[in-house]
């Protein structure tokens, strides 16, 4: 029973596409994050939803939205793709946000390309 | 600015060896957190171990310790008897009581027959 779930777990596409990767917690967690992997294995994180309300955005493109349609759900939304940005995205959740030191689950990741 | 480096972008041990991998951090903040994340070839991410900088005893948990030094901004990550289940991707990570994350570019370790 997988505890934090992403799909699609790769996805090709072309330039200047709209696409969307789905992200689901079955934890109960109150936050979720989004994770940039780049091609050095830098993890970055994007943003991070808690009690579905923004908490940080590390100033990443607007063309990179979230939605959270509820707290099990953190989804990320990507539109006119560029060659950039393709990399692993991963989707995380967590208990606790505010300097708990709560462990973080990881979903798999997907990896995008952009061609 | 919090940094997170990891000087060893790749080792290799023989199996049942103990293998250290460095971590080394820059922040101004005195309460935070530190971590060591495990990714196997499946792209998982595992929390393998976690330390509180308030607490001065190293984190254990069974062949995984931690050698904490916080003056010197210092974090590694010890694995005993090493198996071929540890071959993986090792990425040391910060995190701050904004919870924001930080990680390293990663370790990437081999255990070898």
């Known amino acids: 029973d997988t505890a934090v779930s992403q799909t699609p777990k790769y996805l090709v596409t072309q330039m200047g596409n709209d696409k969307s990767i789905k992200c689901e917690q079955n934890?109960?967690?109150?936050?979720m994050y989004w994770y940039k992997q780049d091609s050095k294995k830098f993890l970055k994180i994007m943003f991070s939803?808690?009690?579905?309300?923004?908490?940080i955005n590390e100033t990443v493109p607007n063309r990179f939205s979230p939605k959270s349609p509820d707290k099990a759900h953190l989804n990320l939304h990507i539109n006119s793709l560029e060659l950039g940005d393709s990399a692993v995205y991963f989707c995380?959740?967590?208990?606790?946000?505010?300097?708990?030191?709560?462990?973080?689950?990881f979903g798999q990741g997907t990896r995008l390309t952009v061609v | 600015a919090q940094t997170v480096t990891q000087s060893q972008p790749e080792m290799s041990v023989q199996e049942a060896e103990t293998v250290t991998l460095s971590c080394t951090y820059d922040?101004?903040?005195?309460?935070?957190?530190l971590f060591w994340y495990k990714q196997p070839p499946s792209r998982q991410m595992i929390l393998v171990i976690r330390?509180?900088?308030?607490?001065?005893q190293n984190a254990t948990e069974n062949r995984f310790s931690v050698n904490f030094q916080k003056a010197a901004k210092s974090f590694s990550l010890k694995i005993s008897d090493s198996q071929l289940g540890d071959t993986a991707m090792y990425f040391c990570?910060?995190?701050?009581?904004?919870?924001?994350?930080?990680f390293g570019k990663g370790t990437r370790l081999h255990i070898l027959p």
């Open positions: 995380a959740s967590s208990q606790d946000f505010v300097g708990q030191g709560t462990e973080a689950f």
């Open positions: 934890l109960g967690h109150d936050t």
């Open positions: 939803y808690n009690n579905k309300e923004l908490i």
């Open positions: 922040t101004s903040e005195s309460n935070y957190y």
């Open positions: 330390q509180e900088a308030y607490k001065q």
């Open positions: 990570a910060f995190m701050n009581r904004d919870d924001k994350i930080i």
